[in-house]
């Protein structure tokens, strides 16, 4: 086992417990050690470490919470539970593999395609409870995963009967009695929240059972914050539109998660920002202070409890009704305290500039500060944050003119927010100074870098250098990420066509919650092969059992054949390290993944992925950080920065952008308005640009506004002349289109079109795509001088990156 491998956990476990959200608390826990523990639920023996899909990382091990509990010191007296639950299981799961069955031959697609993602719903069972140990717990585990949405049914986003039964009767019957919760994202707790304690323990990587013991016994203890809101199901926004097959319309505008219920007066169950510990904490009066546009809020938090613990401190500004119909509050910035003893304080300040405060008006292209009272709260969570100072514009603060850019919607976005709530509120009042504050005028010049040697590349070495690397036999391993040849089980790679020219490759993995890579693999002339299976395993129990057999055949291996090791690091999923609030802990699993890019040689992770829970059901939520935009930019740009700590490697932030549902992935039309878009949907993409420069962006599967991502300049432009990003544009995996979405209504994204729109790279790359773009040149679809802008910026990315690398002692494959 590389050294590595230990390293990085050990570095991981402390932090764990940080991801994790306590939402009740009645005093019994933690407990006062090991004891005698009755343990149920689906999640105590089949607990889930993360999403699936490219989600999945192939770690040596994983330790559940039976395993964590054990290897605590605690003695479970219902050791059967899961073994009697295991029949109901497994015909839950024969009866979705039929339904997938059935799917696949109804809307004709591909059986990979099809089973990408599927909810296994958990099923009603009968089994009697244990109610002689000292201590229980029941733990509810949800998978959810890349290819379809989660389902607001029994089962998946709501409780089973059997489990609200047995929870219920297991806080009656025990004193000392947790609920854990082992999901991606929410799940409707309305039936059970009344519950004494309850504990979200969310997706937590390779040691998530032991991180669990840990925080029951108050070895470690949580701290985590939600990063969105949990509430009933009826009770989130229906305005717009989810799970549409063809055209999804965003109607709700700018009112997503806690937007939406501040706006309408609604409670949820738990609120966005909320979490509770171990220990009870006292914020003493904010203080705030301006210097230009920028605000500083300052806090004195005190642990005034008999544990230790950390506090957030966040603060959230309320801006005034006038033209645009403004959210009551949103997030400013946050700031977590050190640990802190019982008695102890810590001062925690958050600073932000006013102006990224503004609201874009679309008739006029500008973001604007509207003339009226600010008023800044402070608090702990989104429904404690109280006002805590303002300042007054006298007028209209014109911050930046753009152009309206992304097509127009087909409806108005809604308007929901009704006066100034915090009007009559007596306030400091601090004197902003913005005089010195001049508007951005954005010029789109898009200039590409100078690189006279393109000029000398012939139309089909361009073409070659716009396409990825390809297998001319394709095939299925490119649909689910499997397409390069030279580390064995990444995901593509950029073409080496060109090697003769000096022009190298770069190998990519997937992400995000981890390296996505094969277990074992060998290697010969031809490159690196797998051993094993290569297909996520999630997708491999819904398959066909004619084809599960062939992909679970030992492989027949050439007599003297060396089989090499790489295991990765499983991390915590995007949500649970977005809950932890605390980005020197997303740095450092950025860190631990650029350290393990070095050990394997993959040049660019793709990820993070940094698109917001607009739905609460969408099926790859838990890749994603928060509802919040500026939540999910910073914790992007904090993995950005770790990852690229690491010379020559970078990260690829997708998907780019409103790529907010799983279903009809590749042919789905998100209709937006510009200023949701702006506002909510490409701010995380802004912030990550502007904080971390990462070296590549990926567009996303989804149309918008009625052309593909991977086809509108206008995005592009954004990027490159709003955001200021210099690097490496690149579609996501399109591949085999007519098998992934039979009779769509919109056709697919064509690599000359892709092309003509600035996009560098149409991943993973076929034969059909390079004949495609070649003839697109040939045709006039995309000029040679854009393909050349292409290239100029992929060239000069992988220059630096190759150059980065040779600063530094190649390291080995890892064994």
Not at 75 to 90: E, G, H, S, V
Not at 138 to 157: I, Q, T
Not at 190 to 198: D, F, P, R
């Amino acid at each position: 086992m590389p050294a590595f491998e230990n390293d990085h956990i050990k570095r991981l476990r402390p932090y764990l417990a940080e991801c994790m959200v306590l939402l009740k608390r009645n005093g019994a826990f933690p407990l006062d050690g090991p004891c005698r523990i009755a343990a149920f639920g689906c999640g105590v023996r089949d607990t889930v470490k993360g999403g699936s899909g490219s989600g999945e990382v192939n770690s040596r091990y994983f330790t559940s919470i039976e395993e964590g509990l054990e290897r605590a010191g605690f003695t479970i007296t219902n050791k059967d539970w899961p073994d009697r639950f295991a029949p109901y299981l497994q015909r839950a799961k024969k009866q979705l593999r039929r339904e997938t069955r059935q799917k696949t031959r109804q809307e004709k697609v591909n059986f990979i395609v099809a089973s990408m993602g599927q909810v296994l719903k958990q099923p009603e069972y009968q089994i009697e409870l244990d109610l002689t140990a000292d201590a229980a717990i029941y733990v509810v585990s949800r998978l959810s995963g890349e290819g379809n949405d989660r389902l607001p049914d029994k089962g998946d986003f709501r409780l089973t009967d059997s489990e609200t039964a047995d929870i219920l009767a297991l806080d009656a019957a025990y004193e000392r009695f947790m609920l854990i919760v082992n999901a991606g994202g929410p799940l409707d707790l309305s039936e059970v929240a009344h519950v004494g304690n309850i504990l979200v323990m969310s997706q937590l990587g390779v040691e998530g059972g032991d991180a669990v013991a840990d925080v029951l016994v108050g070895k470690s203890y949580p701290s985590g914050k939600l990063a969105t809101t949990w509430s009933a199901y009826a009770d989130y926004c229906a305005l717009g539109d989810f799970a549409q097959h063809d055209d999804t319309r965003y109607r709700e505008g700018i009112y997503v998660g806690y937007r939406y219920f501040d706006a309408v007066g609604k409670r949820p169950l738990f609120p966005f920002g909320f979490g509770l510990g171990y220990t009870t904490f006292e914020m003493g009066p904010p203080s705030c202070e301006s210097a230009g546009p920028a605000v500083t809020v300052k806090a004195r938090i005190t642990n005034t409890g008999a544990f230790r613990g950390k506090e957030t401190l966040q603060v959230y500004a309320c801006c005034p009704q006038g033209k645009l119909s403004r959210e009551v509050k949103s997030l400013a910035g946050f700031a977590k305290t050190r640990e802190l003893q019982p008695g102890e304080s810590d001062e925690v300040s958050v600073t932000f500039d006013v102006r990224d405060l503004a609201g874009f008006e679309t008739a006029t292209a500008r973001f604007i500060l509207e003339p009226g009272r600010y008023v800044l709260l402070a608090g702990t969570s989104s429904a404690n944050a109280r006002p805590c100072a303002a300042f007054d514009l006298a007028h209209e603060v014109f911050v930046k003119h753009v152009r309206n850019l992304f097509g127009h919607a087909d409806f108005e976005d809604a308007a929901l927010r009704e006066g100034d709530p915090f009007a009559t509120e007596d306030l400091p009042l601090l004197d902003l100074d913005l005089d010195g504050c001049k508007p951005c005028e954005v010029a789109y010049d898009n200039t590409a870098p100078d690189i006279p040697e393109l000029a000398s590349l012939s139309d089909e070495d361009l073409c070659f250098m716009g396409i990825g690397a390809f297998d001319p036999e394709g095939g299925l391993l490119s649909i689910v990420g499997n397409a390069s040849q030279s580390v064995a089980g990444a995901a593509g790679e950029s073409t080496p066509q060109l090697d003769k020219l000096g022009i190298g490759s770069l190998v990519m993995a997937d992400g995000p919650a981890g390296l996505r890579l094969a277990r074992q693999y060998y290697e010969d002339d031809k490159g690196a092969h797998a051993v094993g299976i290569s297909v996520p395993e999630s997708m491999t129990d819904l398959l066909p059992g004619p084809v599960r057999w062939v992909l679970r055949r030992p492989p027949r291996l050439k007599k003297g054949t060396v089989v090499h090791e790489q295991f990765a690091t499983a991390l915590p999923i995007a949500t649970a390290i977005a809950q932890s609030f605390n980005l020197e802990f997303a740095e450092l699993c950025g860190d631990i993944v650029g350290s393990e890019m070095d050990a394997f040689g993959i040049d660019l992770w793709l990820a993070p992925a940094l698109n917001i829970h607009r739905n609460v059901l969408c099926g790859r939520n838990f890749e994603y950080y928060s509802e919040d935009p500026l939540v999910s930019g910073r914790f992007a740009a904090a993995v950005t920065r770790g990852v690229q700590r690491h010379p020559g490697r970078g990260v690829t932030v997708k998907h780019y952008a409103a790529n907010n549902q799983e279903t009809n992935r590749y042919a789905n039309n998100s209709i937006v308005s510009e200023r949701a878009l702006r506002e909510v949907y490409l701010r995380g993409f802004e912030i990550c640009v502007r904080e971390a420069s990462p070296r590549a962006v990926m567009t996303s599967y989804n149309l918008l506004n009625g052309t593909h991502t991977s086809e509108r300049r206008d995005l592009t432009d954004a990027l490159r002349c709003e955001f200021g990003f210099d690097g490496i544009v690149m579609t996501d995996w399109i591949v085999a289109s007519d098998l992934l979405t039979p009779n769509a209504k919109y056709a697919p994204p064509s690599p000359a079109n892709v092309a003509a729109a600035g996009c560098s790279l149409f991943m993973p790359g076929s034969k059909d795509d390079y004949n495609d773009l070649l003839a697109g040149l040939k045709a006039g679809k995309v000029a040679r001088e854009q393909l050349e802008r292409n290239a100029a910026f992929l060239l000069k990315t992988m220059w630096e990156m190759q150059a980065a690398q040779e600063t530094t002692r190649p390291a080995a494959k890892a064994e």
